[in-house]
């Protein structure tokens, strides 16, 4: 399992945000998932997600655990900083 944690980028809109970043975690085998202030969601689950959210500058841990964890990490967090 890798965690990290991360700031989303400032320029980032929040509904497409969450709307690439479930497309991308799901092109991976390993379970991703997002904590933000104590509460965990599924990277692969758009509902989730939306009750999450992703607002620019707020601080995340992601968590991906599977066979294709590493390059699930780098995806995404490439995605969300830049």
Not at 14 to 27: C, G, K, M
Request: overall charge negative; glycine content about 4%.
């Amino acid at each position: 399992m890798i965690k990290k944690n991360i700031e989303v980028a400032a320029d980032r809109e929040e509904a497409r945000t969450i709307a690439v970043l479930v497309q991308l975690a799901s092109q991976y085998q390993s379970s991703i998932s997002i904590c933000q202030e104590n509460r965990t969601v599924n990277a692969k689950s758009i509902m989730g997600m939306m009750t999450l959210g992703l607002a620019p500058g707020k601080q995340l841990e992601l968590s991906a655990d599977g066979e294709d964890e590493t390059a699930a990490m780098d995806t995404l967090v490439q995605y969300l900083v830049q």
